[in-house]
């Protein structure tokens, strides 16, 4: 039986039960679109993380607490990590020739009040120099300063989103706000940055770092944000700073200095993880999927028990039979897969339009093999059912009623 | 041309085995036209089945065309079901999906011929059993008499050595059965060997030769 008729027949078999091939084919339409869906948001995440510290220069180290192991895996609770702290951050800007700056950085979570309005939102302690090291700009009035964190001063600077909800349009410059139980100055408001993996990095306030030190009541920093003189300068200030440092901790190296170059290999090797899993979780609803194909192909077998009968009477071979079986339930998968392709484009194109904190990314590779995928999962759940129809004895499907 | 010697069949049920043919011999030249009568259950079907290679003996030879049957594999007995025989059932068994001429194409699209090519011929076929105004109607569209002759062109398409017909007019009244009847005829005196299982004496009597089944051995006419 030639090609073109094999698939004719299959189509036209199809065709006959229209709705039932259709509620089939979606089960593998939205298996492929969800593998394409949710690889294009962590591709997506990728390459908005990987731009976001392309942004930071090559010159950045950062000092983290904890060892981070060689291939990039953090160690997380195993021991006890010695902090880094503030005392610290000022001895590397001082002794270590090779560094420009080093920001002493604090993260933390506090209420923000002002006039009965409130918001929850990330506390950050930070030095002058970090608003240039971080590439972010002023709205209006100024950043902290030198003078801000070596007086302890209570002043802050706010992200867009913090002085809409709970501001509003008022002029917010010298307006005084509650962090915590201490009352802070408004400086200035950040240029907007808008939103990253669904992270609204407007939804921030800086505050100088020996306040932030007083307000978590901590020395204990997130991390030391250092711009070294020149890229070219870049291993040898980590020499410097792991020397100067490995001191300070009784010979013990229980922090980790990243550049650009292995804080994009880390976030890589985490992204990595993160697309796999959803992957993983698409290609289950695509399984899913195959396994209605069998399902249906295996009543339409039965369904058409005597038409196998009659087939073989007039000369059908067995794998005339197997493959006429098998092309029902290629032709299903391979078109839930268009479909499926289809939907997945459509919708991560669609959220990405929607919603800017979702920009999504769609790889060809992955739709590539999510596709190739639903034409082998069409083969993988057709062969039983089809195989089964092919061993139909003439006799005994012929005398199916 | 069909030799069978002393051909047993066996059926293997829940309450033992039950051997329906029970040693049958029989010869049929080409170009006879043939009866098989004998009463329900007497082993008709059975019989016709294996002949259309359909079905195996259980015991026995079979010679067809000096071919021996017993020997062939399934897919070598679907390749002499598709080029030397053409079955004519009771129950018409047309894909109910398929057109008539869809029907009638069949054998030939299992014997590899092409799209045009099988039209043509299925067209040619349906003409030769007075059909050729039908050739798009479903199944369903069409009376027993038509969807029988529809089976009966699908059964000549492929020139095949035997007919065989299974209680062909069973399911219809006497004067479409009489008219399915004279076709046989008609393919016959152009030189079609025919196997025809009925129980109906009119209509066996129309035959040449008239083999009796009874109890699963041959009870007159096998030779
Ligand atoms: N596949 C089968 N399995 C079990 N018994 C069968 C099978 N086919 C036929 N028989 C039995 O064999 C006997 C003969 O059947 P059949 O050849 O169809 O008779 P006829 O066509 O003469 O009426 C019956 O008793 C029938 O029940
Ligand atoms: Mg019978």
């Given at each position: 039986?030639?090609?073109?008729?094999?698939?004719?027949?299959?189509?036209?078999?199809?065709?006959?039960?229209?709705?039932?091939?259709?509620?089939?084919?979606?089960?593998?339409?939205?298996?492929?679109?969800?593998?394409?869906?949710?690889?294009?948001?962590?591709?997506?995440?990728?390459?908005?993380?990987?731009?976001?510290?392309?942004?930071?220069?090559s010159?950045i180290l950062v000092?983290?607490?904890?060892?981070?192991?060689?291939?990039?895996?953090?160690?997380?609770?195993?021991?006890?990590?010695?902090?880094?702290?503030?005392?610290?951050?000022?001895?590397?800007?001082?002794?270590?020739?090779?560094?420009?700056?080093?920001?002493?950085?604090?993260?933390?979570?506090?209420?923000?009040?002002?006039?009965?309005?409130?918001?929850?939102?990330?506390?950050?302690?930070?030095?002058?120099?970090?608003?240039?090291?971080?590439?972010?700009?002023?709205?209006?009035?100024?950043?902290?300063?030198?003078?801000?964190?070596?007086?302890?001063?209570?002043?802050?600077?706010?992200?867009?989103?913090?002085?809409?909800?709970?501001?509003?349009?008022?002029?917010?410059?010298?307006?005084?706000?509650?962090?915590?139980?201490?009352?802070?100055?408004?400086?200035?408001?950040?240029?907007?940055?808008?939103?990253?993996?669904?992270?609204?990095?407007?939804?921030?306030?800086?505050?100088?770092?020996?306040?932030?030190?007083?307000?978590?009541?901590?020395?204990?920093?997130?991390?030391?944000?250092?711009?070294v003189?020149?890229?070219?300068?870049v291993d040898?200030?980590k020499?410097?700073?792991?020397?100067?440092?490995?001191?300070?901790?009784?010979?013990?190296?229980?922090?980790?200095i990243l550049s650009q170059d292995e804080m994009?290999?880390?976030?890589?090797?985490?992204?990595?993880?993160?697309?796999?899993?959803?992957?993983?979780?698409?290609?289950?609803?695509?399984?899913?999927?195959?396994?209605?194909?069998?399902?249906?192909?295996?009543?339409?077998?039965?369904?058409?028990?005597?038409?196998?009968?009659?087939?073989?009477?007039?000369?059908?071979?067995?794998?005339?039979?197997?493959?006429?079986?098998?092309?029902?339930?290629?032709?299903?998968?391979?078109?839930?897969?268009?479909?499926?392709?289809?939907?997945?484009?459509?919708?991560?194109?669609?959220?990405?339009?929607?919603?800017?904190?979702?920009?999504?990314?769609?790889?060809?590779?992955?739709?590539?093999?999510?596709?190739?995928?639903?034409?082998?999962?069409?083969?993988?759940?057709?062969?039983?059912?089809?195989?089964?129809?092919?061993?139909?004895?003439?006799?005994?499907?012929?005398?199916?009623? | 041309?069909?030799?069978?010697?002393?051909?047993?069949?066996?059926?293997?049920?829940?309450?033992?085995?039950?051997?329906?043919?029970?040693?049958?011999?029989?010869?049929?030249?080409?170009?006879?036209?043939?009866?098989?009568?004998?009463?329900?259950?007497?082993?008709?079907?059975?019989?016709?089945?294996?002949?259309?290679?359909?079905?195996?003996?259980?015991?026995?030879?079979?010679?067809?065309?000096?071919?021996?049957?017993?020997?062939?594999?399934?897919?070598?007995?679907?390749?002499?079901?598709?080029?030397?025989?053409?079955?004519?059932?009771?129950?018409?068994?047309?894909?109910?999906?398929?057109?008539?001429?869809?029907?009638?194409?069949?054998?030939?699209?299992?014997?590899?011929?092409?799209?045009?090519?099988?039209?043509?011929?299925?067209?040619?076929?349906?003409?030769?059993?007075?059909?050729?105004?039908?050739?798009?109607?479903?199944?369903?569209?069409?009376?027993?008499?038509?969807?029988?002759?529809?089976?009966?062109?699908?059964?000549?398409?492929?020139?095949?050595?035997?007919?065989?017909?299974?209680?062909?007019?069973?399911?219809?009244?006497?004067?479409?059965?009489?008219?399915?009847?004279?076709?046989?005829?008609?393919?016959?005196?152009?030189?079609?060997?025919?196997?025809?299982?009925?129980?109906?004496?009119?209509?066996?009597?129309?035959?040449?030769?008239?083999?009796?089944?009874?109890?699963?051995?041959?009870?007159?006419?096998?030779?």
């Amino acid at each position: 039986m030639d090609a073109i008729e094999t698939i004719r027949v299959a189509k036209d078999s199809l065709f006959v039960n229209k709705l039932r091939s259709v509620l089939t084919m979606l089960g593998i339409i939205i298996g492929v679109g969800a593998v394409i869906l949710l690889v294009s948001i962590g591709e997506g995440a990728r390459k908005e993380i990987y731009k976001e510290l392309g942004e930071l220069g090559s010159n950045i180290l950062v000092v983290v607490p904890g060892k981070t192991s060689k291939e990039g895996g953090m160690h997380m609770g195993t021991s006890v990590v010695r902090k880094i702290t503030y005392d610290e951050a000022k001895f590397i800007e001082k002794r270590a020739k090779n560094i420009l700056h080093a920001v002493p950085v604090i993260v933390g979570t506090s209420w923000i009040k002002y006039k009965g309005k409130s918001r929850d939102t990330y506390i950050v302690g930070v030095t002058e120099p970090y608003f240039e090291i971080r590439n972010l700009k002023m709205g209006i009035g100024r950043g902290i300063s030198t003078s801000d964190v070596d007086s302890h001063l209570k002043v802050c600077v706010l992200g867009r989103t913090v002085r809409k909800e709970i501001m509003g349009d008022a002029n917010p410059l010298g307006a005084v706000v509650s962090i915590g139980d201490a009352k802070y100055r408004v400086i200035g408001i950040m240029a907007q940055k808008g939103m990253a993996l669904g992270f609204d990095i407007d939804d921030v306030v800086f505050i100088p770092t020996t306040s932030s030190m007083e307000l978590f009541d901590t020395d204990r920093l997130f991390n030391i944000t250092l711009k070294v003189r020149s890229t070219e300068l870049v291993d040898r200030a980590k020499k410097e700073i792991k020397e100067i440092l490995i001191k300070r901790h009784a010979n013990k190296e229980d922090f980790t200095i990243l550049s650009q170059d292995e804080m994009i290999a880390v976030m890589g090797k985490i992204l990595n993880i993160m697309t796999a899993v959803l992957a993983g979780i698409a290609t289950i609803s695509l399984i899913v999927g195959g396994i209605g194909i069998m399902n249906i192909m295996l009543v339409s077998v039965r369904e058409r028990t005597r038409e196998i009968g009659i087939r073989k009477a007039v000369g059908a071979k067995n794998r005339d039979i197997l493959i006429q079986f098998l092309a029902e339930s290629i032709i299903l998968s391979v078109a839930g897969g268009i479909g499926g392709v289809v939907l997945g484009v459509a919708l991560s194109t669609g959220l990405k339009q929607l919603f800017d904190f979702l920009p999504t990314h769609i790889t060809w590779w992955s739709v590539a093999i999510a596709f190739a995928f639903s034409a082998l999962i069409g083969i993988f759940f057709g062969v039983y059912p089809a195989r089964k129809a092919s061993l139909y004895d003439p006799i005994v499907a012929l005398r199916y009623e | 041309m069909v030799i069978l010697s002393d051909i047993t069949k066996s059926y293997i049920l829940p309450g033992g085995e039950v051997e329906v043919l029970k040693g049958i011999s029989l010869e049929i030249k080409r170009g006879e036209f043939i009866s098989i009568m004998g009463t329900s259950g007497s082993g008709k079907s059975t019989l016709l089945n294996l002949i259309g290679c359909l079905d195996r003996p259980t015991s026995g030879k079979y010679l067809l065309d000096s071919i021996a049957i017993n020997t062939l594999s399934g897919n070598e007995l679907a390749e002499i079901r598709n080029k030397k025989i053409g079955f004519v059932f009771q129950s018409f068994n047309l894909i109910p999906r398929l057109s008539a001429i869809k029907n009638v194409e069949l054998p030939l699209l299992y014997a590899g011929i092409l799209t045009g090519e099988r039209r043509d011929k299925a067209y040619e076929f349906l003409k030769k059993v007075g059909l050729s105004e039908r050739g798009e109607h479903m199944p369903s569209e069409l009376s027993g008499g038509e969807q029988q002759r529809v089976a009966i062109a699908r059964a000549l398409i492929n020139n095949p050595a035997i007919i065989l017909a299974d209680e062909p007019t069973g399911n219809l009244d006497s004067k479409t059965g009489q008219e399915i009847i004279d076709i046989f005829k008609a393919i016959h005196r152009e030189g079609s060997t025919i196997i025809m299982v009925t129980h109906e004496k009119y209509i066996a009597e129309q035959a040449e030769r008239i083999i009796t089944i009874k109890d699963g051995v041959c009870f007159g006419g096998c030779y």
